[in-house]
């Protein structure tokens, strides 16, 4: 049922991804304005799964995970039944909430329902898997969905899911919350969430708008300047939000770092090869949609292999080696050319970087929950999720405006064709530069890490 919840959530946001279009056509959005329909649902999420992580730990974690369903089922029907811009937005907004309140609370039940180890590794992938094909699923449904029947089926479906798992989890989900409680440090909350925001609200308005965008550049300054609030509190407050012993282990802060590289360039990746497919081969979006089939596939396989591949390597070795693959896959794309033969290339590049990107994900859940107490699950989870959130919001903007820059820089003395596919393989060039470098930094930081850890118990047997 944990599983089943967190299944619903990715699908629900690869449903509305494919809807984008017909949404902002139907309801009279501005084709500027289009992004926004995602970026509102990554705000709201991105920005408060780490407050919601700790909420949990504390009020309990079914019953956050009750209350983010319920508030999921509103906003799908809100979203469903909506007749202006305002009003879908808004239904976004709160899909956004709820998804940062089911995920981590969904995560930390399942991380304190299964002890360090075999068990809680094998959980973490089959979750791998089923948020894969929960993203997979969720593309080809909300094809048909929009396609057949109208696009408020991709926000309606989910009221009777939503209403079914509201009646059986309590049913089969015991309640789950830290031994010792303490206040919420509202001040830390605040600064973290609205920091968060700014940041993503300034990189998407800099994706959109260009570099060099006023507004975009000012919101990333106050979002870091927020950020830097925050740790200054989180120093100075007696029960902080994030304890910095917390995120100074390097399981945590590396291992986040590496599904941070993973989330933001797979998407990143996945997006170009989109654009590459409908703007240079001429695929429809439908058949577009199809070909990363395989990489679907190729990607749960990657979730269930993934548990034998930490087993044999461990976490810290399988989520760098994991990045390498994604890396040298994504590299195979900048081979892409005009020739209708290139969707072979496509095809191979995704589908291995898929399976490659699918051991680094489960690698960094099960690296960056490590080590830690059942109390600190909620947080740790909460921190997770607010990396997935992100690397999904920033990646495609950045990357976007780097191909888009390339593109205006050739459109002057090459055909608008060449112009595109050099900024697209340019991009694709830089993704897997980013995830291979990641791949090597990764992997130093946690080997030091551990190094640092067995240095004491050394020192003690001295």
């Known amino acids: 049922m944990l599983l089943s919840a967190q299944f619903i959530v990715s699908a629900d946001f690869s449903i509305l991804n494919v809807a984008i279009p017909v949404i902002g056509k139907d309801l009279g959005f501005a084709l500027a304005n289009y992004q926004w329909i995602a970026t509102a649902f990554a705000l709201a999420s991105a920005s408060f799964t780490l407050v919601f992580g700790k909420i949990a730990d504390q009020l309990g974690r079914r019953r956050m995970l009750l209350i983010g369903m319920a508030v999921l089922v509103a906003a799908s029907l809100l979203g469903g ?11 976004r907004i709160l899909q956004g909430l709820a998804t940062g309140i089911v995920i981590p609370s969904a995560m930390s039940l399942l991380t304190t329902s299964f002890p360090e180890g075999p068990l809680r590794e094998r959980a973490m992938g089959l979750n791998g898997a089923l948020l894969s094909a929960g993203f997979t699923i969720g593309a080809v449904l909300g094809g ?35 031994e010792r409680s303490s206040k919420l440090d509202l001040p830390g909350a605040v600064t973290v969430s609205l920091g968060l925001a700014s940041l993503i609200y300034g990189i998407s308005t800099l994706g959109e ?7 975009g550049l000012i919101a990333i ?23 910095l012993r917390f995120l100074s282990r390097a399981t945590v802060s590396w291992g986040n770092l590496g599904g941070l ?20 081969l001429g695929y429809s979006a439908l058949t577009a949609g199809l070909v990363f089939t395989v990489m679907g596939v190729t990607s749960l396989l990657g979730g269930i292999a993934a548990p034998r591949i930490i087993r044999r390597m461990g976490s810290r070795s399988s989520l760098p080696a994991g990045l390498l693959v994604q890396g040298l896959a994504t590299a195979a794309l900048f081979l892409v050319g005009h020739s209708g033969s290139s969707v072979i290339t496509v095809i191979v590049a995704t589908s291995i970087g898929g399976f ?13 929950t490590s080590g830690l107490s059942n109390d600190e699950q909620g947080l740790a989870t909460g921190l997770t999720s607010m990396t997935q959130q992100v690397g999904i919001t920033a990646g495609i903007p950045v990357l976007s405006a780097i191909a888009n820059s390339r593109i205006s820089a050739l459109r002057s003395h090459e055909s608008s064709a060449d112009a595109f596919l050099d900024g697209v393989t340019l991009a694709v060039l830089i993704d897997a530069g980013v995830v291979l470098g990641g791949a090597l930094l990764v992997y130093l930081l946690l080997r030091q890490g551990r190094a640092a850890l067995a240095s004491p118990a050394r020192a003690l047997t001295d």
């Open 81 to 91: 039944l909506a007749d202006s811009p305002a009003t879908l937005l808004g239904a």
């Open 144 to 178: 048909v969905l929009t396609g057949v029947v109208s696009w408020r089926w991709a926000f309606l479906i989910n009221v009777p899911i939503g209403l079914i798992v509201l009646a059986v989890l309590p049913l089969v989900v015991k309640e789950s919350r830290a």
């Open 209 to 215: 708008k260009g570099w060099g965008n006023t507004p």
């Open 221 to 243: 300054a106050v979002g870091v300047l927020l950020l830097g609030a925050f740790v200054a509190i989180e120093l100075r407050v007696e029960s902080p939000l994030a304890p």
């Open 261 to 280: 590289i993973s989330f933001t360039m797979e998407t990143s990746a996945i997006f170009l090869m989109t654009l590459y497919l409908q703007e240079t």
């Open 356 to 368: 490659g990107h699918m051991v680094a994900i489960v690698s960094y859940m099960v690296t960056a």
